[in-house]
């Protein structure tokens, strides 16, 4: 017995329609957003920032909210808007900058290309919520000298913040994130003056 086409067209359409009304909703989407910091006077005239290192655990779409008890805490349809590490960098050039008016801050993964005087190295250890609900962030910075700058001496400092949040929400989860990240590039200002 032949099925008629009709009925094909039909089931056909039905069949690719189904998966799209039975997926997911989209992600929600954040970003970290710059947060200004006090201009400081006597730092390099260029400075590069290395591609930022990140904890395996952080390196992903979803935003991880705690590592408390030994487990993570992942918002499952609450996604960074461009990849952390992206993110983390295009931040940080712009708050360093800002800090150190008289300096140029490039992006190692950038277009540009400039001899540095010198060069940021950061690993970020950890950007996640404590038991307490305050984002905690715990990094790794190494400034080091180039070419064009042998005699600096290295310097590479641990550092470590929290910030409350606002809110219990992402929303409030992402203002404190960026709040630590100010205060990173506080430091990293203060490092490179030095």
Do not use: H, K
Not at 60 to 65: D, E, G, H
Not at 140 to 156: K, M
């Amino acid at each position: 017995m032949a099925v008629p086409r009709r009925l094909l067209l039909v089931t056909s359409l039905a069949a690719v329609a189904l998966p799209v009304a039975c997926g997911s909703p989209s992600p929600t989407l954040y970003a970290l957003r710059p947060v200004a910091g006090a201009a400081r006077a006597g730092g390099p005239r260029v400075v590069q920032l290395r591609r930022i290192g990140l904890a395996r655990y952080l390196d992903r779409q979803q935003i991880v909210r705690s590592t408390e008890d030994y487990r993570l805490d992942v918002a499952a349809n609450d996604w960074w808007g461009e990849p952390l590490g992206a993110m983390l960098t295009r931040i940080l050039v712009e708050e360093v900058s800002q800090r150190l008016p008289g300096t140029t801050m490039l992006d190692e993964d950038g277009v540009i290309t400039a001899d540095a005087d010198l060069t940021v190295e950061i690993n970020l250890r950890r950007l996640d919520a404590s038991r307490t609900g305050e984002v905690v962030l715990a990094a790794q910075v190494a400034i080091a000298a180039s070419r064009r700058n042998p005699r600096r001496p290295p310097a590479t400092r641990s550092f470590g913040t929290s910030v409350p949040q606002g809110s219990p929400d992402l929303n409030g989860f992402v203002a404190a994130a960026s709040a630590a990240v100010g205060r990173l590039a506080d430091a990293i200002a203060d490092m490179l003056r030095a």
